[in-house]
């Protein structure tokens, strides 16, 4: 694992106000951004327009469930239904509270399930809490 974390957005309005969350929170971690499902399982898996990517798998996924070309269950699946990435912490951070989606998430393995609050002062805080949970509190697999 690195300490990297791996953001799947498409929106970029919010990419940048993830970015501007994670960075007031004081988080100094890289963040790889990735903007459709197909791209995201490249960066995981280190495939594609990634191949050449050195650095492990990201210390945790930011996952939109809405994405071009595959969407975030998908993504979701796959990570789940290999071996190497079974334990990858994987939080969708999604505006969607639709009862489908959220059964859908946990039903495929996801650890936790967050929809994005509209206001930004609620939103940058819900983003401080994931990161410090993933971030600082929680001990992850080996």
């Known amino acids: 694992m690195t300490d990297a974390i791996l953001l799947v957005e498409d929106n970029a309005s919010d990419e940048e106000l993830t970015l501007r969350a994670l960075k007031k929170a004081g988080f100094a971690n890289p963040v790889a ?4 499902g197909a791209e995201a399982l490249d960066y995981v898996f280190a495939q594609g327009a990634h191949a050449g990517r050195t650095t492990g798998a990201p ?3 930011l996952l939109d469930l809405n994405l071009p070309k595959l ?13 190497r990435t ?12 639709e009862d489908r989606d959220i059964a859908g998430g946990y039903s495929n393995g996801v650890n936790s399930y967050v929809v994005k609050p509209v206001d ?5 805080e819900a983003i401080r809490q994931v990161g410090q949970y993933w971030l600082q509190l929680n001990v992850g697999p080996a």
């Open 59 to 61: 210390r945790f996924v």
């Open 86 to 97: 079974r334990t990858l912490p994987v939080v969708i951070l999604t505006s969607s509270r």
């Open 120 to 124: 930004y002062t609620q939103f940058a």
């Open 33 to 36: 951004v990735v903007r459709d």
């Open 71 to 83: 969407g975030g269950l998908e993504v979701l699946r796959r990570i789940r239904a290999d071996e």
